[in-house]
């Protein structure tokens, strides 16, 4: 079955510390996987793929397929960062959908 | 570019009442779009993929004769939320994919939230 598991509900870290989301994914074959953000207020947007190996906003992501994850990091959070957080899988060949995982409301306090 | 609207943003209906929502890309053609339901500070729930000129695909557990849809142009899905009963609140979001884009973004709606009374 395809699934994605985001262990934390919500993340609390102070200004400067490093953060790390974890992303776990159970998919038989080669799944694309991306990080979505949701700042407060606003539409859902897209914040990393796995395939283009970039470096958003300070966040990287490098998928691990032995351990099936996918885990965001950022070494110096920011206030600005703080918005809820969602890794999202997407299978070949079934049409683009997406998976999403329960996401994680990441605080960053001052 | 890739802007996708929802109309209505918000929506109070009585129960029993049917409620439609529509999914528009502005500045693109949609090859496909998606509909997702979410519960506050929750996953999205992806409903249904809709293809313009066909019928929806929907996920298990989803009713097709309770949603709706119709995706009559390349631009434009609607959701139609029939007898609506309080259990159907939730916020609706669509996405779309757009034709010929690289990596076949989604870009999703602002979202409708939908209240039944």
């Known amino acids: 079955a395809q699934r994605v598991t985001q262990p934390e509900k919500l993340l609390s870290v102070f200004k400067g510390a490093p953060v790390e989301l974890k992303c776990n994914y159970s998919y038989s074959g080669s799944p694309e996987l991306f990080w979505y953000v949701q700042y407060s207020r606003q539409r859902l947007q897209l914040l990393l793929r796995h395939i283009s190996r970039e470096s958003i906003k300070g966040f990287t992501a490098d998928l691990n397929k032995g351990e099936t994850s996918f885990h965001l990091k950022k070494p110096f959070a920011q206030e600005e960062d703080s918005a809820m957080y969602y890794c999202?899988?997407?299978?070949?060949?079934?049409?683009?959908?997406?998976?999403f995982g329960q996401g994680t409301e990441l605080s960053v306090k001052p | 570019g890739a802007v996708v609207s929802q109309h209505p943003s918000r929506v109070i209906c009585k129960s029993g009442t049917s409620v439609k929502i529509e999914c528009r890309s502005l500045?693109?053609?949609?090859?496909?779009m998606f509909w997702y339901r979410q519960f506050p500070k929750q996953s999205l729930m992806l409903m249904a993929t809709?293809?313009?000129?066909?019928?929806?695909?929907?996920e298990q557990g989803v009713e097709k004769d309770k949603f709706l849809i119709n995706h009559a142009s390349l631009t434009l899905s609607t959701l139609t939320v029939t007898s609506a009963h309080p259990e159907d609140s939730s916020f609706y979001i669509c996405s779309a994919t757009r034709q010929g884009g690289i990596y076949n973004e989604q870009f999703f709606g602002p979202g409708t939230r939908l209240t039944v009374l």
């Open positions: 809709s293809n313009e000129g066909s019928k929806a695909t929907y």
């Open positions: 500045d693109f053609q949609a090859t496909t």
């Open positions: 999202a899988l997407r299978g070949y060949n079934q049409g683009g959908k997406l998976i």
